[in-house]
């Protein structure tokens, strides 16, 4: 469950912005929708944030610093070129450094003996911080001046360092992270690849693990909005015939019109047909509404973050969708059945009726100053929040901020 993310000159987000979810202990406690941050522990975290705020006020910003932390991790050995980011622009940050940090639970022993292992006791589990720097220069982002990883056992005590990385040679390692055997190895890695997306090709144990964690988030951007294409979801689906009938069960209880989808085999490739109680022909993809196609594109990644119990990253998960059927979306994430493995849904959100259905816990909001610096904060920092309150409208009102200033 991650909890805290940290973002630094990074597109929108210039002075550091620090967003800590854990949520008090005084706070009462609702299971459907507040989950331990790992098994045992006493802090608590949202299993859905939801970020508002008026267009550019740097929504897309958390969910791409979000976003970039696990492709950095898994996927930068195989990059050709700068790293997939930017900077804030202006002249004061062209040359600081890009700062970002999480912080999440998870099983302390990198081995996969200890991940394959049928029982655990609550001191095997315990707090990650990952932390990453990188230096623009030229324009362009393609050094790392740091990257650390730490734990805590049981989420206590001080930071122990599972390894560190000061530029691209001087790395680190540590009783968690072995390095022996793979002195050659470290000369390899790049200025702009992770040490675990580098060490994991050469079969290095705990860098797999993490990789493998790495690969249970699950999103639609990066750079921009990367939503499956048309041709991607259908074949997506052709190989997934369980997806298929997950995505039927929720077509029929969301009352879109459709009875049933299924993927035909053609001479081109899948294709996707729609049945439609009264109807007599079933309708083919390209005549399906907005709606419900833009829907079938963001499932597959809400079915692999329930079904893996990762994280989903979804930006403008109310994009030609009803606002009804948001709330149903969010719930699925606090169904016990649905999401045993406590799953989390990080999205940005314009339909600010969806307010109503949230707690003060799960909301975020982010602002733009009349610079272009954007500020992010959880409406549990702001002061006097009740739990009668119409947050809706209190929102519209203004009291919260991150509303649009129009004239």
Same mark, same amino acid.
């Given at each position: 469950m991650l909890y805290r993310l940290e973002i630094e000159n990074f597109y929108s987000v210039r002075d550091l912005q620090v967003l800590d979810l854990r949520i008090p202990k005084n706070v009462p406690d609702y299971p459907e929708r507040f989950a331990p941050i790992f098994p045992g522990a006493g802090d608590r975290a949202p299993k859905v944030v939801a970020l508002f705020g008026a267009n550019g006020s740097g929504k897309s910003s958390v969910l791409k610093a979000l976003a970039f932390i696990p492709w950095f991790l898994?996927?930068?050995?195989?990059?050709?070129?700068?790293? $997939?980011?930017?900077?804030?622009?202006?002249?004061?940050? *062209?040359?600081?450094?890009?700062?970002?940090?999480?912080?999440?639970?998870?099983?302390?022993?990198?081995?996969? *003996?200890?991940?394959?292992?049928a029982t655990h006791t609550d001191d095997d589990f315990g707090?990650?911080? &990952?932390?990453?720097?990188?230096? $623009?220069?030229?324009?362009?982002?393609r050094t790392v001046t740091r990257e650390v990883l730490r734990q805590r056992r049981r989420g206590q005590g001080k930071w122990v360092k599972v390894f560190e990385r000061a530029g691209d040679k001087t790395i680190q390692g540590s009783r968690t992270f072995t390095l022996s055997g793979f002195s050659q190895v470290i000369d390899k890695i790049r200025p702009d690849a992770s040490v675990v997306a580098t060490l994991a090709?050469?079969? =290095?144990?705990?860098?797999?693990?993490?990789?493998?964690?790495?690969?249970?988030?699950?999103?639609?951007?990066?750079?921009?909005?990367?939503?499956?294409?048309?041709?991607g979801v259908v074949q997506f689906l052709a190989q997934n015939p369980s997806a298929v009938d997950a995505l039927n069960r929720e077509l029929q209880r969301i009352d879109v019109g459709?009875?049933?989808?299924?993927?035909?085999?053609?001479?081109?490739? $899948?294709?996707?047909?729609?049945?439609?109680?009264?109807?007599?022909?079933?309708?083919?993809?390209?005549?399906?509404?907005?709606?419900?196609?833009?829907?079938?594109k963001i499932f597959p990644l809400l079915l692999l973050a329930l079904q893996k119990g990762g994280i989903?990253?979804?930006?403008?998960?109310?994009?030609?969708?009803? $606002?009804?059927?948001?709330?149903?979306?969010?719930?699925?994430? &606090?169904?016990?059945?649905?999401?045993?493995?406590?799953?989390?849904?990080?999205?940005?959100? =314009?339909s600010v009726s969806l307010l109503d259905d949230l707690t003060k816990e799960e909301i975020v909001f982010c602002e733009k100053d009349r610079l272009g610096?954007?500020?992010? &904060?959880?409406?549990m920092d702001i002061q006097a929040v009740r739990r009668s309150d119409n947050l809706y409208r209190k929102y519209l009102g203004g009291t919260y901020g991150a509303v649009p200033q129009i004239g």
């Open positions: 898994r996927e930068s050995f195989q990059n050709k070129g700068a790293l $997939p980011c930017e900077r804030f622009n202006d002249e004061e940050s *062209a040359n600081k450094p890009i700062r970002l940090a999480i912080e999440a639970g998870g099983l302390m022993n990198l081995s996969f *003996a200890a991940q394959n292992a707090t990650y911080r &990952y932390e990453l720097e990188l230096l $623009p220069k030229n324009g362009e982002i090709l050469f079969e =290095h144990e705990p860098s797999k693990i993490l990789l493998q964690a790495a690969e249970t988030v699950f999103r639609n951007i990066l750079i921009d909005r990367t939503d499956f294409t048309d041709q459709v009875e049933q989808m299924q993927v035909v085999q053609t001479a081109t490739g $899948p294709a996707a047909l729609f049945k439609h109680e009264g109807l007599h022909a079933n309708m083919p993809w390209q005549l399906e509404s907005q709606g419900t196609r833009s829907f079938i989903a990253i979804v930006d403008e998960l109310d994009l030609s969708i009803h $606002p009804l059927i948001l709330p149903e979306i969010v719930r699925w994430f &606090y169904d016990k059945e649905r999401n045993a493995n406590t799953a989390q849904l990080w999205t940005s959100c =314009h610096i954007s500020r992010i &904060y959880s409406l």
